[in-house]
């Protein structure tokens, strides 16, 4: 029986490491800015505003991610009768990580605005700041520094969850590393894939807690 080395194996699933680390990267890009509009909303005085967002952030966090992959890969056939092309496997799964991430990092947002004193609020109005001024030359960098912890879990689940991206069989390292595992017959390609996982969470771990350290100058 023809068998595969671990160098082997990570040589096979270069290309699937290339594919998961760009719906990490893209995930984020979409995902952080489009969280803190959600939690804009759900902080609104408007109460039709503030409960869509509130629905948006229960449905997200409430059902599983694979489930709201396979909708939105799916959705657009079953519902509008649109035919699914392969290029759209890739837009599908950044789609649905970045809905679904956007709701977590929305409430980390959330979380962290209200916790800061109103009285920083009422100093910078006093000074001449406009409201956009105020939150992000004072209010924004000190919540940075309260929930990077908080992200720094998230973003860290974000690693494991795309492998998720395989529930629709978009070739990501996962995806390629089944595959590669039912070939051969050997667990060789899955160690690979959880060497590459573990090292990609390190790094990102790593570049957290130096941002950590850097955001101190706020204490």
């Known amino acids: 029986m023809e068998t595969i080395s671990l160098m082997e194996s990570f040589q096979q699933l270069i290309g699937g490491m290339g594919t998961t680390i760009q719906i990490f990267v893209l995930t984020l890009l979409f995902s952080l800015p489009l969280g803190l509009i959600i939690a804009f909303g759900r902080m609104s ?114 690693v494991k969850d795309t492998s998720l991206a395989y529930s629709i069989a978009y070739m990501e390292m996962f995806t390629e590393a089944k595959a590669l595992a039912a070939s051969f017959k050997s667990m060789i390609p899955f160690v690979a894939a959880a060497i590459f996982y573990y090292i990609f969470n390190f790094i990102v771990a790593t570049i957290m807690e130096y941002f950590e350290k850097r955001m101190r100058y706020y204490d």
Do not use: D, W
């Open 45 to 158: 005085k408007n109460g039709i505003l503030q409960t869509i967002m509130k629905i948006y952030i229960s449905i997200m966090r409430g059902t599983p991610l694979m489930l709201q992959l396979l909708v939105v890969y799916f959705g657009p056939y079953y519902l509008f009768n649109v035919s699914i092309t392969p290029a759209y496997r890739g837009v599908a799964v950044i789609i649905a990580f970045a809905l679904n991430y956007a709701a977590y990092f929305a409430e980390i947002y959330r979380s962290g605005i209200e916790s800061m004193p109103k009285g920083q609020y009422e100093a910078a109005k006093v000074l001449g700041y406009s409201r956009t001024q105020t939150f992000f030359t004072i209010i924004f960098p000190q919540v940075l520094k309260r929930i990077l912890p908080a992200l720094t879990n998230e973003i860290i689940t974000l």
